[in-house]
């Protein structure tokens, strides 16, 4: 659960990027908007879980939110310290940005990047340690891994610790490079699909081991997945959030039980209604109209789901509804079916779409 001091805060964040599509560099550049508009708090102990399907932005959004990419506009800021300022030569921040880059810390999705294959287990545990914790003689060290091995189910750790990446199966990889994350002592792990490339069973392992983990530390994480069943595990078992990503911007944000229960926006009951683990009941749910992902180069007018969303109308075409709460004041949705005075509701709908309340 939350304690309500925030630790890292995304205002107006955008991240564009430029790329080439032709011969000519100057002539022939496209914008690819990754992360559009998107606003994000998060406080000591968050647990909070962002879903959306490949490409949506999720990776670029998570990078920019423990400062790894810098956004084309709006700001970043850690316990209130604009992390891009800090980063400049000679600004004298109030939190310096070396105290910054070890509060956020990032566990990658593929097993074998996330450890150096050229170190052993010991060597690649024992640099955090050098690093951040100068008080610690070589013996503590060593104790501090051995205990941290010993607490992951890495038995005995000795073994462990002698062991070099290729000698361990990608759970136990994983599991190293959460605790190497943990030793930094830092406030927020980004965890981008860091359990995606494991078997189901020891998904549910790892994650349950990382949300044991947070107590101990108290961290908060930041869970990416493409899989709402992972994001749901880790966001429910931890009363934490669960956002819903769309080509770039955060369509749905709320405690993660009240959006599963009461999904405001028609793109999360599509995400919902695709998860069989998640027994809907009803079985009416709409699917989507069009099955083709946009182009985030040139994405859609107005609301961006419109040219899949089951409920599309020419409103939704022509402009953007901006995120709001409707009941639960935490819970924000962007898109018009939650304001009942919305000119939405007075609109044709689009080909294929219907208009029900
Ligand atoms: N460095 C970059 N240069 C150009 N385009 C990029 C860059 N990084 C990401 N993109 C583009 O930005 C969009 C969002 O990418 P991102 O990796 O954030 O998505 P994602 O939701 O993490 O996808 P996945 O589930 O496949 O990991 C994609 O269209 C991607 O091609
Ligand atoms: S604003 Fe319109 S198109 Fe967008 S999700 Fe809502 S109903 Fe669908
Ligand atoms: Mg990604």
């Not at 880059?101 to 955090?128: A, F, G, T, Y």
């Not at 462990?160 to 490079?177: D, I």
């Not at 792990?189 to 078997?199: P, T």
């Not at 229960?261 to 209604?273: A, E």
């Amino acid at each position: 659960m939350s304690t309500h001091e925030t630790v890292v805060s995304l205002s107006g964040v955008d991240v564009h990027f430029d790329t080439e599509s032709g011969i000519n560099p100057f002539t022939d550049s496209e914008t690819v908007r990754a992360v559009d508009d998107v606003d994000l708090e998060i406080d000591e102990k968050d647990v909070i879980a962002i879903v959306g399907e490949s490409g949506s932005g999720k990776t670029t959004l998570g990078k920019t939110a423990v400062g790894l990419q810098k956004p084309t506009s709006g700001t970043v800021s850690y316990r209130g310290q604009d992390v891009w300022k800090a980063r400049k030569r000679f600004s004298n921040p109030e939190i310096p940005f070396s105290e910054i880059r070890r509060s956020l810390q990032i566990i990658h999705q593929d097993p074998e990047s996330s450890l150096n294959p050229h170190k052993s287990v010991r060597s690649s545990l024992e640099q955090p340690l050098k690093k951040w914790q100068k008080g610690l003689g070589p013996e503590d060290r060593e104790a501090r891994i051995l205990a941290m091995l010993q607490k992951v189910g890495m038995s005995p750790p000795h073994d462990y610790a002698e062991r070099y990446p290729h000698q361990l199966s990608g759970g136990e990889t994983q599991r190293v490079a959460l605790i190497r994350a943990l030793l930094m002592n830092p406030d927020l792990i980004l965890a981008d699909e860091a359990v995606s490339a494991l078997d189901v069973s020891l998904r549910v392992e790892m994650m349950d081991l990382m949300l044991d983990l947070q107590d101990s530390f108290n961290t908060s994480y930041l869970f990416i997945s493409h899989d709402l069943s992972n994001a749901r595990y880790v966001a429910e078992h931890a009363d934490g959030y669960l956002g819903v990503m769309y080509l770039g911007e955060l369509v749905e944000f709320g405690p993660a039980k009240e959006v599963l229960k009461n999904p405001q926006h028609p793109y999360t009951k599509v995400l919902r209604w695709a998860t069989p683990s998640l027994e809907i009941t009803d079985e009416t749910e709409p699917p989507v109209r069009k099955i083709d992902i946009p182009d985030p180069v040139n994405p859609p007018s107005g609301c961006r789901f419109h040219t899949r969303c089951p409920y599309a109308t020419g409103h939704c075409r022509e402009s953007a509804p901006e995120s709001r709460s409707a009941d639960v004041p935490e819970h924000r949705t962007a898109c018009y079916r939650i304001d009942e005075h919305s000119d939405y509701w007075d609109a044709e709908p689009l080909e294929g779409a219907h208009v029900d309340r």
